[in-house]
């Protein structure tokens, strides 16, 4: 079944890191924290069941993960937000309306999409990073590889940097 080219992915894509299939439509994540769409709903597509599902908004950048309706896609950025495009199907109006996303929705770190609804993981520890256990000392011979570990918490991505005597001790930060 590729109606409407939902199987067709397209030439040179690369980089992909998700893949997600949705009604006539499909998407990929590329690492780049960019979104592809093809199938139904593209640019200049009307008629059902285009309902610009495949027309990913300008601009999109920094998502993390992706989900697909029947008619309508999802985008999470990585600062916990969640984008949405597409028409998802109004059972008061029987018709389909651009979806809407709530405006005090924040710190999602997982969504899915089905047929008709939508769903949003939401994150409800602490934002600022906590660490939740000292590191312990450690005496490491010259040449060896010591393990440095601290458990920590906090709004996703976690991200810290070890330091000794105010010195950056190792190159680049740690997740």
């Given at each position: 079944?590729?109606?409407?080219?939902?199987?067709?992915?397209?030439?040179?894509?690369?980089?992909?890191?998700?893949?997600?299939?949705?009604?006539?439509?499909?998407?990929?994540?590329?690492?780049?924290?960019?979104?592809?769409a093809?199938?139904?709903?593209?640019?200049?597509?009307?008629?059902?069941?285009?309902?610009g599902?495949?027309?990913?908004?300008?601009?999109?950048?920094?998502?993390?993960?992706?989900?697909?309706?029947?008619?309508?896609?999802?985008?999470l950025?990585?600062d916990?937000?969640?984008?949405?495009?597409?028409?998802i199907?109004?059972?008061?109006?029987?018709?389909?309306?651009?979806?809407?996303?709530?405006?005090?929705?924040?710190?999602v770190?997982?969504?899915a999409?089905?047929y008709?609804h939508?769903?949003?993981?939401?994150?409800t520890?602490?934002?600022?990073?906590?660490?939740?256990?000292?590191p312990?000392?450690q005496?490491a011979?010259?040449?060896?590889?010591p393990?440095?570990?601290?458990?920590?918490?906090?709004?996703?991505?976690v991200?810290?940097?070890?330091?000794?005597?105010?010195?950056?001790?190792?190159?680049?930060g740690?997740?």
């Open positions: 079944w590729n109606q409407y080219g939902e199987t067709n992915v397209p030439g040179g894509l690369s980089g992909v890191i998700a893949v997600a299939g949705g009604g006539f439509h499909s998407l990929a994540l590329k690492q780049d924290g960019t979104v592809v093809w199938g139904a709903g593209g640019p200049g597509q009307s008629g059902d069941p285009n309902y599902q495949s027309t990913v908004p300008s601009g999109l950048r920094g998502v993390i993960a992706i989900a697909a309706g029947y008619g309508y896609s999802l985008a950025r990585q916990g937000t969640v984008v949405a495009w597409g028409g199907w109004d059972w008061r109006t029987f018709a389909y309306v651009t979806p809407t996303v709530p405006s005090d929705l924040s710190r770190i997982a969504i999409a089905d008709d939508s769903l949003a993981l939401v994150y520890g602490s934002l600022a990073p906590i660490i939740l256990a000292q312990q000392t005496t011979e010259a040449g060896s590889t393990r440095l570990y601290v458990p920590a918490d906090g709004f996703p991505p991200h810290y940097q070890w330091f000794f005597d105010d010195t950056n001790a190792l190159s680049g740690l997740d």
